[in-house]
């Protein structure tokens, strides 16, 4: 009998339910690998791997669903190698060995080798990376490990340096778009049988984050949800339903995109922590790159708070660090703390007061000429014009404070910088007002 077409989930001859939406839609070429472009180039390293049909072992790096199962099956079928998938999960020293083992066996029996793929490598103990060692160095096997973790901290040097390392990034809204577009009309996935509308794509790919099996998976679920409802038409309502999570009106490119940002930055400088941080959330569940919001709070950290809390722009950089280096979904604590850690310091704008008031002057033309004292007396005959003459070396003097005129004539009475009375700031406060006197010659009120 032959095997009934359906939609996702549906049942084939014998009551067997079909393979997932996102392993009945994997790519099998190179060329209907969605994303990376750095990886499918001409005469990258990876097509040079298949095309050339060369048995080099490959470590892939990358977040999750960003195709590293899939390179492994697609090098395994445009080389005609056997695959052979290991779970660093599950299996031990013991079936690693096996594995190479049966390999190897296959290698001298029909001369058909095999691409033998590690998901999470990283889990692999020491000794358990050391059993994959002999099948790399004697090319019995075909060598894919995936890792979603640094490499050159969870994987052994020796399989390090006998691998080609190639990097995967998240793929694009519009990479994911593609993949959903395919399993809509494609017949190995919903075969033209849904149409999917632009709200709730908007949704999908949002929740995706960058993820290709998990749109596929998010859109296997709004179809069977519309199925069940008797439609060919997957709506917002229906894929909120399907995936259990509501739809956040945000625009990365329109006016909800610069309304929540604006609101959020509002919130910090207000000192209202709770509201900050429903803005942090909103942005982030919409799937707002977290390095934007980041790099917006390390310039807040200056713009509003500056010396009144000199450790906010310290907290601000860390935190901006480590989305680089930890990514989400976990990085959004680092933004978070940061975000309550910046919203309850004490607020000054003196440092954006200064350096504005300063970039007036020179933009007005009050720039004047270096005093000769200060300028560079270092080359031949700079004594001769003056340069460096009568200058005072400031640790020669009490309190490593010299006397003596720093800006252009111009500008000698300029005061700029005003500090507040707020936080740490105030006792930078009392300490710049007197360093002020010192520098300009008042020392008989320096010590008031």
């Known amino acids: 009998m032959a095997p009934e077409r359906t939609g996702a989930g549906s049942l084939t001859d014998a009551g067997h339910v079909a393979a997932p939406l996102a392993v009945r839609m994997r790519p099998r070429t190179l060329d209907e690998l969605v994303g990376q472009p750095q990886l499918r180039a001409a005469g990258s390293p990876l097509r040079q791997l298949i095309e050339g049909d060369q048995s080099l072992s490959l470590l892939l790096w990358g977040p999750p669903g960003t195709g590293k199962t899939t390179i492994a099956a697609i090098l395994s079928n445009q080389t005609d190698r056997r695959f052979v998938e290991v779970s660093a999960v599950a299996a031990g020293v013991k ?22 793929f590690v998901d999470e490598v990283h889990r692999f103990t020491k000794a358990q ?11 019995w096997v075909t060598l894919v490990a995936a890792t979603t973790e640094n490499p050159f901290f969870s994987v052994i040097s020796p399989l390090l340096s006998r691998s080609l390392l190639l990097r995967l990034v998240s793929l694009t809204d519009d990479d994911v778009r593609t ?3 395919s399993a809509l009309s494609d017949e190995r996935g919903l075969d033209g049988e849904f149409t999917l509308e632009a709200e709730a794509a908007d ?36 894929a909120e339903t399907a995936v259990d999570q509501a739809a956040v009106r945000y ?72 989305v680089q280096l930890i990514g989400l979904p976990e990085a959004r604590l680092n933004l978070a703390q940061a975000t309550i850690a910046l919203a309850v310091a004490p607020k000054s704008n003196a440092v954006i007061r200064a350096i504005d ?67 740490a700031e105030a006792a930078v406060k009392e300490r710049w007002e007197r360093i002020r006197r010192l520098i300009r010659g008042d020392a008989g009120s320096a010590g008031r």
């Open 357 to 423: 008031a300063a970039s007036a002057d020179v933009k007005a033309g009050r720039i004047g000429a270096v005093p000769a004292h200060l300028r560079d007396a270092h080359y031949p005959g700079a004594p001769r014009l003056g340069h460096g003459k009568d200058y005072v070396y400031s640790h020669d003097e009490p309190f490593g404070i010299a006397a003596q005129q720093y800006a252009p004539d111009e500008l000698a009475d300029a005061a700029y910088y005003q500090p507040t009375s707020l936080g």
């Open 129 to 139: 990376q050391d059993a994959l060692l002999p099948g790399v160095e004697n090319r």
């Open 95 to 116: 079936e690693v060995r096996a594995a190479i083992d049966a390999a190897r066996a296959d290698l001298v029996r029909t001369g058909r080798e095999t691409v033998l």
């Open 203 to 238: 949704h999908l790919v949002r929740l995706a984050g960058g993820d290709a099996r998990r749109a596929l998976t998010y859109l296997e679920a709004a179809a069977g949800a519309a199925r069940t409802q008797g439609s060919t038409v997957i709506d917002l309502a229906t």
């Open 251 to 322: 625009d990365r490119q329109g006016d909800q995109h610069y309304d929540v940002t604006s609101a959020f930055i509002k919130s910090v400088r207000g000192s209202d922590a709770d509201a900050a941080l429903h803005y942090l959330a909103r942005m982030l569940e919409a799937g707002e790159d977290p390095r934007f919001i980041a790099r917006r709070l390390v310039i807040l950290a200056s713009e509003d708070i500056g010396l009144a809390d000199p450790t906010a722009l310290t907290t601000a950089v860390a935190a901006a660090q480590a």
């Open 179 to 181: 993949v959903l577009q």
